[in-house]
């Protein structure tokens, strides 16, 4: 017999569809040539649909029988028998689903887009004409959008509003006195956001403290980023922007690309980078860079990786970089493993309680470095707070 119940389970109209032939069939290889279907794609229909009633608390043949509210998924079910092997008391624990929490990030993103008019701004294109042969890169340190820390803790603040206006101020000074090139890229290093959830914790359970709600938060960190490349396209031809996967943010991480990509789309001297793995490389000329968190592979085995991933590149290259964040010091650590030097880049944030209380304080500034293809890097500018 089939659960008639399972039908409010169902995902879509399909699985409906295919739970009632069955219901309506006295077996799965009846109910599979009504549909037109394999016996085989029957039963993983079917077992797709009791998989999604378990993760709303409803399995009888497991005696579980007290579903959780829309939005929200089974996390544990316990349940106590008597002597006779009957049901006496039952606790389910319940959170908040991840697809819950991306359809909720989705509807910041439709709220941000339907505000700018579902289209990116049209910029004019510098005119002056600058040779190719040197490469701007802005590198942004671990901004951790969403954190809260106080002064009686830390020293000095740090919220929505400060984490915007630093941010905002610091990468206009580089780009007041930006260097005369043809294409800028802007490499986001990773935990742009401080948490990834509504339970206000990284991605791996990590309690933070933190401020605004997590809507809040992405709709601001996303036009803290779009103003970035707006200003960059002022000056530059080209605008190639990475956003590399952290470990507080690596759900928001993945949707700061993909609105990221959408809104440029329509802009070809932007390059929105979507290569999905956690590292990525970029050649010009005798010189290439490999920016990367800085967490998964560590900073000591960054070099090593890039050979091994990379090593037409390595190959090709005489000048090579490893560009990190992930590391909160009050000075870059700068390392030559094999041939390659690897670095870490601060942030702007202030200290949060754990970070303060463990000892790690970053330097707080932003950093433009220009690569020449021949020469490797060839001069740099950093901003301070």
């Known amino acids: 017999m089939i659960d008639e119940s399972l039908l409010e389970f169902c995902e879509t109209e399909r699985q409906k569809e295919i ?14 040539a009504k549909l037109g279907i394999g016996v085989r794609n029957l039963q993983f229909a079917l077992s797709r649909i009791r998989k999604n009633a378990a993760k709303q608390g409803y399995s009888p043949d497991h005696d579980m029988h007290h579903t959780v509210p829309d939005g929200f998924v089974a996390k544990g079910v316990s349940t106590l028998y008597d002597d006779e092997g009957n049901v006496k008391v039952q606790w389910v624990k319940s959170n908040l689903q991840q697809q819950d929490q991306l359809e909720q990030i989705k509807n910041a993103l439709d709220e941000f887009l339907e505000h700018q008019k579902n289209k990116s701004p049209f910029i004019a294109k510098p005119k002056k004409k600058v040779k190719g042969n040197e490469l701007a890169v802005v590198n942004i340190g671990d901004a951790h959008f969403g954190m809260y820390a106080h002064e009686d803790i830390s020293g000095e603040n740090y919220n929505l509003e400060i984490a915007t206006k ?11 006195n930006a260097p005369e090139c043809e294409t800028i890229i802007i490499n986001q290093l990773g935990d742009f956001f401080h948490s990834d959830n509504y339970e206000s914790a990284t991605t791996k359970g990590t309690r933070v403290d933190t401020d605004g709600r997590l809507e809040q938060v992405f709709l601001v960190g996303l036009e803290v980023l779009s103003f970035i490349t707006e200003e960059a396209l002022k000056r530059y031809k080209n605008v190639i922007v990475r956003h590399v996967k952290g470990n507080h943010d690596s759900v928001l991480s993945m949707a700061i690309k993909a609105h990221q990509e959408a809104y440029w789309r329509n802009n070809k001297r932007v390059t929105i980078e979507m290569t999905p793995s956690p590292t990525w490389v970029y050649q010009h000329g005798n010189t290439a860079f490999l920016v990367s968190h800085g967490h998964a592979p560590k ?3 960054l070099a090593e990786y890039f050979a091994a991933k990379y090593p037409e590149i390595w190959g090709s290259t005489k000048h090579r970089y490893c560009y990190h964040g992930h590391i909160h010091s009050k ?24 970070h303060n209380e463990t000892g790690y304080v970053s330097g707080q500034s932003m950093c433009l470095i220009v690569l020449d293809k021949e020469k490797g890097e060839v001069r740099r500018s950093t901003e301070r707070l």
């Open 19 to 32: 739970l009632l032939a069955r219901i309506n069939s006295s077996s799965n290889k009846e109910a599979a």
């Open 166 to 176: 630093r941010h905002k101020d610091v990468f206009m000074r580089l780009m007041n």
């Open 299 to 301: 900073p000591n085995k």
């Open 331 to 354: 000075n870059a650590t700068i390392e030559t493993y094999g041939g390659c030097i690897t670095e870490s880049f601060a942030g702007l944030p202030s200290a949060d309680t754990w």
